[in-house]
């Protein structure tokens, strides 16, 4: 029998519900919460994005409201929210900030924004398998150390004029980038934002992209090479750690790879990513 939604329940564009169910009253208390942002429009249309700056579908808005009033739904309240500058990722913050009545404030920093695929971006997933070959498209796309085809000079320069690194500093920009290079800018982040949150005592909710919160994820969980290829992450589905503020620099997490919210949701979702590839 399909679920009937009860009175005041909220539909999900994907088929989820926004019932608290009784396992979620016992979510283990947490300091960070983990979302990658809500369905892009290069999510929908299979298109590898990186750094374009594109806007979230219907589906994906939706889903960002749903995942905001889950986790207010399980009492977790934030006290602050970090995301990039990329235009998913600062939405997506702003419409799960609505489940909360108080307007919590909003951190954004570019060493947030997704990896940078060079020469793929905006070219569909299967073309660049295809034409290339899986074994090179897994390389480039999964493991630690691959840098995609760099893009053109005459595209690096028009795109440091256009939003949003017409502000931002020429290292926020470059050519291509590996997940090692994104974990190479994450991590100082972790250490000085994260850490000095953690060590005050806030709460932080994460919104970020794919690939940067697998470098995040890779340096809370001290992830090598295999296991960060192997990690994939859902959009829209938050994922919370317990951060010990005793090594606020290099916070250590109480269960390693966090807790899904909705785990069992989480884990399906992940598993349809890496059919496709991964984040």
């Known amino acids: 029998m399909s679920h009937v939604p009860s009175p005041g329940e909220q539909p999900d564009p994907h088929g989820r519900t926004a019932t608290v169910e009784a ?29 374009i700056d594109v806007g979230l579908t219907p589906a994906g808005e939706a889903e960002c409201v749903l995942a905001g009033q889950r986790l207010a739904g399980a009492g977790w309240v934030p006290d602050v929210i970090c995301t990039s500058e990329l235009v998913r990722g600062w939405r997506t913050a702003e419409l799960m900030r609505t489940a909360w009545p108080e307007l919590v404030p909003v951190e954004r920093d570019w060493r947030l924004n997704e990896r940078n695929y060079g020469a793929l971006s905006g070219y569909l997933k299967s073309e660049i398998a295809e034409r ?63 850490g000095a949150h953690v060590a005050a005592g806030r709460r932080v909710l994460l919104v970020a992209h794919g690939n940067s919160l697998r470098a995040v994820c890779g340096v809370l969980d001290r992830l090598d090479g295999d296991e960060l290829a192997a990690l994939n992450l859902p959009n829209a589905r938050p994922l919370a750690y317990r951060l010990s503020a005793q090594n606020a620099t290099a916070p250590v997490p109480a269960v390693r790879g966090g807790e899904y919210l909705d785990p069992g949701a989480a884990r399906a979702e992940a598993a349809a990513i890496a059919a496709e590839g991964g984040t």
């Open 132 to 194: 290339f070959g899986r074994d090179r498209f897994l390389y480039w796309r999964r493991s630690l150390e691959g840098r995609p085809p760099p893009l053109a000079p005459e595209v690096l320069a028009l795109w440091r004029v256009l939003p949003p690194f017409d502000v931002l500093p020429p290292e926020a920009l470059t050519a291509t980038e590996s997940l090692a290079d994104v974990v190479s800018r994450v991590r100082p982040w972790v250490a000085d934002v994260l």
């Open 23 to 51: 396992e979620r009253a016992t979510w283990s208390p947490a300091n960070v919460v983990l979302v990658r942002h809500g369905e892009s429009v290069a999510n929908a249309r299979h298109l590898f994005t990186g750094v």
